[in-house]
């Protein structure tokens, strides 16, 4: 890319919807900051609808840095 260059590369959303279903399916938290685009605001952040902002719980953080994952 030359110095000065604004592109963005595009999302496929077939990959995004998998990980969050996978992410519903274990019950897991998923962040989904943009869609893409030239500008933050260009691709907005709604997939399928809803933003997601989910993180994790704090007990589920404690448990990762810990390595107690039972």
Do not use: N
């Not at 030359?2 to 990980?19: E, K, Q």
């Not at 260009?42 to 953080?61: F, I, K, M, N, Q």
């Amino acid at each position: 890319m030359r110095a000065g260059l604004r592109t963005h590369r595009s999302l496929a959303l077939t990959w995004v919807r998998d990980i969050r279903d996978r992410c519903v399916d274990l019950r897991g938290a998923l962040f989904f900051k943009q869609v893409g685009g030239l500008t933050p605001k260009a691709g907005g952040r709604l997939l399928d609808g809803r933003t997601w902002d989910e993180y994790p719980s704090t007990a589920a953080v404690e448990g990762c840095e810990t390595g107690d994952f039972a």
